[in-house]
């Protein structure tokens, strides 16, 4: 079992930045990838980016590419998302989630699918 608390979120005006956070706790943090998605009203839930279990590996949608960092420090069980040059086309919920296989490599997008357990979801808004 793991649980998965995102936060940080909030509104920002366009070209600013925010900083989320996603707190695990429950299964060795250090063992799994975690991911980052967005759901936009009305949207399906995209990939947004993930990082593999010790951060040797990194994968980001094209559409965040250049303006999102993933990071995590295992010693605080914490993912973060530093979010800069935020567009008004960045507002939706945003959901980390965990892939509870030890150890695997991140070496491309990522489907929902693929993990296993989902946080609640923090929203950013991006105003214009």
């Known amino acids: 079992q793991v649980q998965l608390v995102e936060s940080g979120g909030g509104l920002v005006q366009a070209g600013g930045s925010l900083r989320l956070s996603c707190a695990a706790s429950?299964?060795?943090?250090?063992?799994?990838?975690v991911g980052w998605f967005r759901q936009a009203p009305g949207k399906e839930r995209e990939f947004v980016t993930a990082i593999s279990w010790n951060g040797g590996s990194i994968y980001y949608a094209d559409s965040v590419k250049g303006r999102f960092t993933i990071s995590r420090d295992n010693a605080k069980n914490t993912v973060y998302l530093q979010m800069a040059s935020l567009k008004p086309e960045d507002t939706a919920v945003y959901y980390c989630?965990?892939?509870?296989?030890?150890?695997?490599?991140?070496?491309?997008?990522?489907?929902?699918?693929?993990?296993?357990?989902w946080g609640q979801g923090t929203q950013v808004t991006v105003s214009s």
């Open positions: 989630a965990a892939d509870l296989r030890p150890r695997t490599v991140v070496d491309g997008p990522r489907n929902a699918a693929d993990f296993d357990y």
């Open positions: 429950g299964r060795t943090f250090n063992n799994y990838a």
